[in-house]
């Protein structure tokens, strides 16, 4: 066969494959979207444009949506209540009319509960809660309007789940063990647990979120003080001739690493959420979180650096009160650790937008402009350009200069 016949064959093939996928659901890899092409100045090393079509080629899914990814990821937390009441206006209103471009919105949040309805029938329709009521829509309006959306999911802190199958959790005395906040914690170990997170993840990725940020991922805190107390299994880490901190941290990374191979056809990237301390030892035993590793296998790492959240650190007695020391000499370690990886990710730490009362007998360091400000400029003194605003109830201080240093 000449090589004109081979390629004609070659290309009836992958007209082939092509037919049998609606267009509203795939595309080929080599069709970039507009968010792909963007980020083509970052991921540029080992491309090579193929130059007839591959039968052979990946599908990911098409949402329909195109978002551009901003020139920095500066953005917002949402809660679902928020997200689909009236606050969703305010917060809209606030990203546009500022240099922030994007929100981090609950899908799965704390407590285990899906923040909208699923299809009828769906295995989640007894945990959701209707307070998107159009999620869809939401995402329209999001695209309209420039805005990037973050689908958050929290995955190991699950009280619905750990109640529902107390055999995927953690229990002492027959009972599901929870912590002195009253929350019920599902079990790393169990790949079951990871499944169950990886649809939530896919459902959000085929509504049309950019990105898949995990969060509460990892074993309860404390958790080494526990672990001859409580009862619960080891799954296929049972076996492993590793000490069970070791075995935490490889169930850990493991679940990272299966997410994101898992949501490849999607098209979205994945990011999680880390303790700030996490990046300054090499690695946090009790919970399972090993910086480096975790760092390795996401798109994106979003350490949470609350100056509020730190006992005595880096030289300073007290972190809340001095915010621009605290993320300056943070940065500094992260910077050092992450230079060392060989697949990099994208930094985007969590800032502090709100008051830590719980520290102080007295007056309570108040978080305003200036310690908002000071946080996001010694980020971008220690070349991080990237962050992420918490507040619990969506209240953010007005009138921040969110790129100080422009």
């Known amino acids: 066969m000449g090589k004109r016949q081979l390629w004609i064959a070659v290309f009836a093939s992958f007209l082939l494959i092509a037919a049998a ?9 080599g069709e970039k979207s507009t968010k792909e092409i963007q980020m083509l100045s970052k991921k540029q090393s080992g491309i090579k444009k193929l130059e007839v079509p591959n039968p052979a080629a990946r599908f990911v899914y098409d949402t329909g949506l195109n978002f551009e990814y901003p020139d920095a990821v500066r953005g917002i937390y949402v ?3 928020s997200a689909g009441g009236k606050k969703m206006a305010e917060l809209t ?18 407590h285990g509960n899906l923040t909208f309805k699923p ?5 989640f329709e007894d945990i959701s809660e209707s307070y998107i009521k159009d999620p869809r829509e939401m995402l329209e309006t999001l695209e309209e309007k420039g805005i990037y959306p973050i689908a958050r999911v929290v ?8 109640e529902k199958r107390p055999d995927l959790s953690y229990t002492e005395n027959g009972k599901v063990w929870v912590n002195g906040r009253g929350e019920a914690f599902v079990n790393p170990f169990m ?21 898949i940020q995990f969060d509460y991922v990892r074993f309860p805190e404390g958790f080494g003080n526990r672990d001859e107390i409580l009862q619960y299994g080891q799954g296929d880490y049972a076996d492993l001739e590793l000490e069970n901190v070791q075995k935490r941290v490889k169930a850990v990374t493991d679940f990272v690493a299966y997410a994101r191979k898992g949501l490849e056809k999607y098209d979205v990237d994945v990011s999680v959420d880390i303790f700030g301390y996490s990046a300054t030892i090499p690695e946090a035993p009790n919970i399972g979180q090993n910086f480096s590793k975790i760092s390795s296998n ?8 609350y100056p509020s959240h730190w006992g005595p650190y880096f030289g300073i007695s007290k972190p809340d009160a001095e915010p621009y020391r ?23 730490p969590w800032l502090q937008d709100f008051e830590a009362p719980w520290l102080y007998s007295g007056p309570t360091k108040q978080y305003g402009k200036a310690e908002v400000e000071t946080q996001i400029k010694a980020l971008q003194e220690n070349g991080i350009h990237e962050y992420l605003l918490w507040n619990a109830g969506n209240n953010y201080t007005p009138n921040v200069d969110y790129t100080p240093m422009n």
């Open 155 to 162: 995955v190991f802190k699950d009280s619905l789940l750990a």
């Open 298 to 305: 996401v798109d994106v790492i979003s350490s949470m650096i």
């Open 93 to 110: 209103k606030l990203v546009e009319n500022t240099d922030l471009n994007a929100m981090v919105i609950d899908v799965k949040e704390d």
């Open 21 to 29: 996928f609606p267009d509203n659901e795939v595309r080929a890899e």
């Open 326 to 348: 605290l993320v300056s000499e943070y940065a500094k370690v992260e910077n050092e650790v992450l230079g060392k990886l060989e697949n990099k990710p994208t930094s985007r």
């Open 119 to 123: 299809e009828e029938g769906s295995k």
């Open 79 to 81: 809660t679902g209540p």
């Open 191 to 211: 790949k079951e647990v990871w499944d169950y997170n990886l649809e939530v993840a896919k459902m959000a990725a085929e509504l049309g979120f950019q990105e």
